[in-house]
């Protein structure tokens, strides 16, 4: 069942995004050569425990054939694409680490993902934030009352195809969220506009792209948990909440609450 939520309850998503769009704020500043991905993690456990909420991955565990998740963030580098557990490694120059981050704040989740880049990186590999970045925003600016889930889906396929030879990986993606973390739909970064659920009032959906350098294709590390590029090529993964208003998209994990990116798309965000 799709979890369809009050304006109140909305209102309560906001809190817990904000509380991991500030997180996500803290560890873009700590990503930094010499950081290791474990502190990394004591960081956003602490920022989100500051503000009285509690991780949303932490003891995560999907179903029983796989161990819970033992940490309050993914940390992801280079070819890693999703699901990487924070450790003793270091950070270097040239890296890019994926940070997906969530919070559960009165019961309501919030769940947001950066890449960022650790000193210089290659031009490519900074090309390869950007067109990602840059289609998660598309995906929210085709978003429309009436319209249907895969509308977003095509807008994230049309931009990254548009502006290269990128993977889309397709075996994860983007979902709804509420009272859980993952919740129906889910949500392809390909696919034709018009399929799938309406978009409607209430209706709550992560939206997360993630594109490699190379092929889409993926391996899952024997830690159960850590998925990379088959081919090695560098990933990027950007993630934000958002929910659709009368008065248009919603970014629920985002400070401005999307205002400024999708301003830039000449799209009017809702302020809540």
Known sequence: M???????EIRKMRAAGLVVGRALEALREAAVAGTTTKELDAIAEDV????GAVPSFLGYQPHASVPPFPGTICASVNDEIVHGIPGRRELRDGDVISVDCGAILDGWHG????????????????????????SMWRGFAAAALGGRVSDISAAIEHHV???????IVEEYGGHGIGTAMHQPP???????????PSIVEGLALAIE?????????TQELDDDWTVVTAD?????????????????????TALDGGAGRLGELGISAASG
């Open 111 to 134: 769940d947001a993902a950066i890449t960022v880049a650790v000193g210089a990186v290659h031009d490519r590999v900074q090309e390869l934030m950007r067109v990602c970045e840059d």
């Open 161 to 167: 195809r548009s502006q290269g030879a990128y993977g």
């Open 2 to 8: 799709i979890e369809i939520k009050t304006p109140a």
């Open 186 to 196: 889910h949500v392809l970064n390909y696919g034709r506009p018009g399929q799938g």
């Open 232 to 252: 090695g090529s560098v990933a990027a993964h950007f993630e934000h909440t958002f929910t659709m208003t009368p008065d248009g998209p919603w970014v629920l």
């Open 209 to 217: 792209p993630m594109i490699t350098l190379g092929s889409p294709e």
């Open 48 to 51: 989100i425990r500051s503000a």
